[in-house]
């Protein structure tokens, strides 16, 4: 095809929107490529369209006009989403194929690339056992990398049936290989581009990038994930992404057939094949987990919510590391003087709280702390463990990889941690079984602010989890509004009770007890809650004391608080259910997950620290693909939260799993989240009318 010379030119170091690449290879000055001059790319040479991808792909390069001349447009019915993944091509065939293709396409401008595309025939490598997916191709060497599949036969993979027979253990075993894969990648360099580190080329927009594999990077959890699982007849399926390689614009096809033919093969037989793996250390992992799970599914029929095993190791290396913290004296060096250096103290149950289970695939006895259900204080002076021990239980719904410290440490599946959130958004939720009577009459039973206050935060969140079926609540005091938790007899006598509209949590939390909602308390300044305690936790060095019956002592031998007493009696109130407005949830623009607790979600920025039982990034990204799945809610729907999120839980539990979230997009960037996480996004998403009371 005859034109112009097409010197459309992109922008130097990946442009204003080139985020990804700029982060990793420099630059940022682009200025968004000049479309070429008439000229086209030459579809004699490859089967591409002549643009260079869609609007998405050209935010993030900065890049250019299309290869050569102008791009094809969209007919104008067909809006387009920037949210929802072009679809690739589907050609395909024997591996042999795709080499000869990727040599063909040597030297070719970038969008050749789309020539490899393949999302349901696939790339057949019989001689190694597998078959290769590859979704759309980044358009642009500054783009998004290329999302690509792999499944490994099961004749091949050879995984014994019985390491993935239930739900548990397949979950357990996509974890470790998920683990295998990306140390895999890490030791073979293979997660490192060209351009990156000192690589071959150096940076800049005219040099090499590109080529490296990434998959997603498993934290001390044990999550369901999308990166690698098992499915139901033994195959193996692996969810990464590939740099496709470049220099300038135009394809390495010489680099990309040793990424396909040489790197990728070379990983599977490292990473998922069983015979090839330690397979004593295969079991470990799986049967470990299940155990792990066993202990948390015997909590409610013992009558508890928590249990710590002694020897535990429950401090971490850093705020900014989960690790488990490390005894760094070493052998034959005297430290005693060393105060910098703190003393790892494993944790040790007492012996009026022990509690032991018979492990089922381990054959041992497990011993250690078993939380009752009710109301435990866990006291203690400062810097003593007294918020570790919390958060080692708030993340005990999570089963930990082996050496993590925390194994084994459970605590009930629906305990959801409580902070106050100054700032954050509420909508349509009944606080007054904590404030009432507001000033100039504002009503609380269907309260809504996009600034909540300290303690209309934390009512919120307290309401907020009762609506999602909490069953224990786990508070420190370090985290909470003051004036929500207690008044005392001094300020009760000054300012009279008629003209202070919050009903403190110490006078409800008796109230919630009797009504089945346990409550896990860290305390450290105020007495008054022994009162209402049923147990009581001292932690000594990180040591762990029961000193319930003292607790009680000293309750019963000062003057009891009246106005506790009173409100222990009295009903706790009503939770209010609410229903989600589906319009209110539909991204006005592109929506970006920038860390685990912040998501730009079109023009809106959604704060999520406040939900501290996060523990990934991955976590995050199943989330903002559920609150998009609530925009198709009909209007006139009145199904409540708690509905709709058992709805897509159901969804979740059956079929393609987390693939449901995620079209068919190869997405391997995605893990369950609790149910209580995605109801709290959708809680605290900052749009006008998105929730209305079920009347």
């Known amino acids: 095809m005859s034109g112009g010379r097409g010197r459309g030119r992109g922008g130097r170091g990946g442009g204003r ?27 004699s040479e490859s089967n591409t369209s002549s643009n260079t991808g869609g609007a998405d792909d050209d935010k993030k390069s900065g890049g250019g006009g299309s290869v050569g001349g102008g791009s094809e447009q969209a007919p104008p019915s067909q809006k387009f989403d920037p949210n929802v993944p072009r679809q690739g091509g589907n050609n ?49 060497p500054f783009a998004k990398p290329t999302r690509c599949r792999i499944i490994v036969k099961s004749e091949t993979a050879k995984f014994p049936p019985v390491s993935y027979q239930n739900k548990i253990r397949s979950v357990a075993l996509g974890d470790y290989l998920n683990r295998m894969f990306f140390e895999c990648c890490k030791k073979m360099g293979a997660d490192v581009g060209a351009g990156e580190g000192g690589g071959q080329g150096g940076k800049g927009w005219s040099g090499p990038k590109g080529g490296d594999i990434e998959i997603a990077k498993p934290s001390q959890n044990v999550i369901e994930q999308t990166a690698v699982r098992i499915l139901s007849n033994g195959d193996v399926c692996a969810q990464f992404t590939i740099n496709l390689p470049a220099r300038g614009r135009t394809i390495q096809g010489h680099r990309a057939v040793q990424i396909f033919d040489q790197t990728l093969p070379q990983m599977v037989q490292k990473a998922l094949l069983y015979p090839l793996l330690d397979a004593a250390d295969v079991t470990r ?51 005693k003087d060393d105060n910098s250096t703190p003393k790892l103290v494993r944790f040790h149950s007492p012996d009026t709280l022990r509690v032991s289970f018979d492990l089922p695939n381990m054959g041992k006895t497990l011993a250690g702390i078993g939380i009752r259900k009710g109301v435990t204080l866990i006291v203690g002076g400062g810097f003593h463990g007294k918020s570790t021990l919390l958060s080692a239980l708030q993340l005990g719904m999570y089963n930990k990889i082996p050496g993590d410290g925390r194994e084994f440490c459970a605590c009930s599946p629906n305990a959801v941690k409580i902070r106050a959130e100054d700032g954050r958004n509420v909508s349509q939720v009944n606080i007054s079984p904590f404030i009432n009577n507001l000033p100039f009459g504002q009503s609380t039973n269907c309260f809504s602010t996009p600034d909540a206050s300290g303690s209309t935060s934390q009512a919120t969140n307290i309401m907020e989890a009762l609506e999602m079926g909490a069953k224990t609540l786990l508070i420190d005091e370090d985290t909470c509004a003051t004036n929500f938790m207690i008044r005392d007899d001094k300020m009760m006598q000054l300012v009279h009770k008629d003209k202070e509209p919050i009903t403190p949590f110490l006078y409800k939390v008796k109230t919630l007890a009797k009504q089945g909602i346990s409550v896990i308390l860290v305390v450290g300044s105020c007495g008054d809650f022994f009162d209402v305690a049923d147990t009581t936790i001292l932690m000594d060095c990180y040591d762990c004391h029961d000193v319930s019956s003292h607790a009680k002592q000293i309750a019963a031998s000062r003057a009891a608080n009246g106005g506790a007493l009173a409100a222990s009696k009295a009903n706790f109130g009503n939770v209010t259910p609410r229903c989600p407005v589906g319009a209110a949830f539909k991204p006005g623009g592109k929506v970006s997950v920038r860390s685990k607790s912040v998501v730009a979600y ?39 939260i708690f509905q709709v999120l058992t709805q897509l839980n159901g969804l979740l539990d059956h079929g393609d799993g987390l693939d449901a979230l995620a079209n068919g997009q190869f997405d391997g960037t995605l893990a369950r989240p609790r149910t209580f996480e995605i109801a709290g996004a959708i809680n605290r998403l900052r749009s006008d009318g998105s929730f209305v009371q079920l009347s």
């Open 602 to 640: 079109g023009g809106v920025e959604l704060d999520l620290s406040g939900l501290e039982q996060l523990v990934s990034k991955e976590q995050t990204n199943a989330i903002t693909l559920a609150l998009q799945r609530l925009s198709a809610l009909a209007p006139d729907s009145k199904m409540t």
């Open 285 to 335: 992992h799986v049967l470990n987990v299940e155990d792990q799970e066993w202990v948390r599914s015997n909590l409610e029929i013992r009558g508890l919510v928590a249990f710590v095993p002694d020897g535990a190791i429950l401090p971490r290396k850093s705020g900014a590391d989960d690790a488990p913290m490390e005894d760094k004296k070493s052998d034959g060096e005297d430290d």
């Open 92 to 140: 395909g065939g024997e591996h042999s194929a795709l080499v000869e293709l990727l040599r063909r396409l040597d030297g070719k401008q970038y969008p050749g690339y789309h020539d490899i595309e393949s999302s349901t025939k696939g790339w057949v490598n019989d001689m190694e056992g597998y078959s290769l997916y590859i979704g759309r191709a980044q358009s642009d």
């Open 17 to 43: 929107g080139g985020d990804y690449y700029r982060n990793k290879y420099g630059g940022g000055r682009g200025r968004g490529g000049r479309g070429g001059r008439g000229g086209s790319y030459n579809r």
